[in-house]
């Protein structure tokens, strides 16, 4: 997970949330992930969700400029 969080293409505190993050970035094989996370503190991260990249965070990264193939 630390390899998505640090290629990150989009990394951002979700709506309505204090504490609870989204990312999207790169698994070590190369596949674009789905990570959701909130901080423990400034050093630690808790992930408690991690898959493969869906349509919605696709669309999310489309928005923000980033070309995406939804094959």
Do not use: P, W
């Not at 400034?42 to 493969?52: C, L, R, S």
């Amino acid at each position: 997970m630390e390899t998505a969080l640090s290629t990150a293409l989009l990394d951002e505190l979700m709506e309505e949330f204090d504490n609870k993050y989204a990312a999207v970035g790169f698994d070590m094989n190369g596949n674009l992930i789905e990570v959701m996370y909130n901080l423990a503190d400034e050093d630690m991260a808790n992930i408690f969700h991690a898959m493969k990249c869906r349509r919605e965070f696709l669309r999310m990264l489309q928005e923000r400029g980033c070309h995406v193939d939804f094959d």
